[in-house]
Nanobody, 123 residues
Framework: QVQLVESGGGLAHTGGSLRLSCAASGRALRRFAMGWFRQAPGLEREFVGAISWSGGSTRYADSVKGRFTISRDNAKNTVYLQMNSLNPDDTAVYYC????????????????WGQGTQVTVSS
């Protein structure tokens, strides 16, 4: 079992930045590929990006490519999502997730989820 806790959400203006963190406990984070997902009101949870266990491979949704960056510090058992050039369409609850499999874009590939952190971008 691994427990995940997101933090860093809040309110940003269009064009602003936020950095989300996902802290893991229970097992070493280095054993897991990590993903970020988001869910806006009335919509399904969607893939944002993912990073391999080593950090050597990343994938992003087209909607955030070039604006968001995922990184990880396995020594700190923490994964980050740096979000730049935010716009109102980025408003959602953001979730981190862990999988012992390879990096994936499907929710079904992830076994462990955090509780989410709210990001709100005002115009």
């Amino acid at each position: 079992q691994v427990q995940l806790v997101e933090s860093g959400g809040g309110l940003a203006h269009t064009g602003g930045s936020l950095r989300l963190s996902c802290a893991a406990s229970g097992r070493a984070l280095r054993r897991f590929a990590m993903g970020w997902f988001r869910q806006a009101p009335g919509l399904e949870r969607e893939f944002v990006g993912a990073i391999s266990w080593s950090g050597g491979s990343t994938r992003y949704a087209d909607s955030v490519k070039g604006r968001f960056t995922i990184s990880r510090d396995n020594a700190k058992n923490t994964v980050y999502l740096q979000m730049n050039s935010l716009n109102p369409d980025d408003t959602a609850v953001y979730y981190c997730a862990a999988t012992e499999l390879r990096v994936g874009v499907s929710r079904d590939a992830y076994d462990y989820w955090g509780q989410g952190t709210q990001v709100t971008v005002s115009s």
